[in-house]
């Protein structure tokens, strides 16, 4: 069996990371090459930081994390072509008050100067069927169609991973079925976390975090299932009856 490189994919070696003195994540060593991964957990589980973690937006405490070979945290100019990021809520995401803008800025950080990032955003509207949307403000837009901002924001930059936190918490279900059929045709690589089994029950490879570590890492199917046993254990306890005097 040919094992893959280490200079393929997105590689933790014993990553942990800690707020003070509260640790978040502890010794988590995975190899993530599948095309379609999950990352299953409860909330405050730490899946969104361990997702921070693969885009180099914060840096391991102890441990290593690559992508591609470089250094997660230490070549943010090179990692704008390995990984994007789609937040679960896009006003964490946007930054700027018009559509054109908000798709130019990434384009911008990646080298393309003004006027090519501007003729670049206005080809990704055109090629959506959303000329129109160039000079909208952004709080114009829906929930949903922020949300398709940010997406298309991080597809003009072209990155060979997509790293998805929650990307269906907030929209009405039409909406989620739009955004899931656009995902599911991307060619990219899509890493996506969720408090919901159903969300990576397609997924390649699915990885249960509890705790801030691996519980589980395998098929998609076995790790939902002992997924869903557990969330219904921890449902019959009651656990959320004894309150803080």
Not at 4 to 22: F, H, K, N, V
Not at 39 to 63: C, D, E, H, V
Not at 214 to 224: E, L
Request: one cysteine or more.
């Amino acid at each position: 069996m040919q094992h893959p490189s280490s200079d393929t994919g997105i590689r933790l070696d014993r990553a942990s990371y800690a707020a003070g003195e509260r640790s978040i994540l502890s010794d988590i060593t995975l190899h993530l090459t599948e095309r379609r991964i999950g990352i299953l957990g409860q909330n405050g589980s730490g899946k969104t930081t361990l997702l921070r973690l693969m885009a180099g937006l914060i840096a391991p405490g102890r441990g290593r994390v690559t992508v591609e070979g470089m250094d997660a945290a230490s070549d943010r100019r090179r990692m704008l072509a390995a990984v994007g990021i789609l937040f679960q809520n896009p006003e964490h995401q946007i930054i700027f008050p018009t559509v054109e803008e908000e798709l130019s800025f990434g384009l911008k950080q990646a080298g393309r100067c003004a006027e090519e990032a501007r003729s670049l955003a206005r080809a990704v509207l055109a090629a959506q069927g959303r000329s129109h949307w160039a000079a909208a403000p952004v709080s114009t837009l829906s929930q949903g169609q922020k949300q398709f901002l940010c997406l298309l924001s991080v597809l003009a930059m072209e990155p060979r991973t997509i790293l998805l936190d929650e990307p269906f918490s907030g929209l009405d279900l039409p909406t989620q079925i739009r955004l899931s059929r656009r995902l599911a045709g991307l060619p990219q690589r899509l890493v996506t976390i969720s408090h919901d089994p159903e969300v990576v029950a397609g997924c390649d490879r699915v990885i249960w975090l509890d705790g801030g570590r691996v519980r589980a890492d395998g098929q998609a199917g076995d790790v939902t299932a002992a997924f869903r046993a557990e969330m219904e254990r921890l449902g019959d306890l009651d656990a959320d009856a004894d309150l803080p005097c």
